[in-house]
């Protein structure tokens, strides 16, 4: 068993074990899932204002006590749990978007141009994350596996790789749901029709 599969069956077996109650592991899975957690996090905060207050640190510890605090768990897997991680940290940072905003009194979503990694490239403040947040909401009731790509490949920084494996699709899958979603995205974002 190589080195990689050791530690993902370890993951999976320590989730397994937090869902069935016990406190011990939910120490060890910090332990486990800190560094790549804290990787996810760091992706996030690069796509932000630069004068955000939220640290990736506090993003990863914010987002882990979400994770863990919020009711029954029922993470299948290793790639369930960082799906689900990726989820919650974007929540954290819309509600931190949202808190800020509301600090400002009236402050406007912005709007937002998309390239290839749907990164704004107009500006950088609260309300284009707030923006973004209800275009993906939308497309997740429109089409729930093409939103979860923009996740895991913008908001978790996946390559197409990584997103294939962990949703179980080809490549060719993602690069096409990929490709799409921006584009609807896009529409969404800027009001123009596709």
Known sequence: MSAHMAIEGNITQLLANVRDGDRDSQKRLMEAVYEELHR????????ERPDHTLQASALVNEAYVRLIGNGPLSWESRAHFFVTAAQTMRR??????????????GGAGLRIELNENIVAVADT????MLDLDRALTRLAELDPRQAKV?????????????????????????????AVARAWLEGEITGSAL
């Open 92 to 105: 954290v940072l819309i509600d931190h978007a949202r808190r800020h905003l509301a600090e400002k009194r």
């Open 125 to 128: 403040g609260s309300g284009r």
């Open 40 to 47: 996810l996090a760091t992706g996030y905060m690069r796509r």
């Open 150 to 178: 923009v996740e895991l490949r913008f908001f978790a920084g996946l390559t197409v790789e990584q997103t294939a494996e962990v949703l179980s699709i080809s490549e060719k899958t993602v690069k096409r749901d990929w």
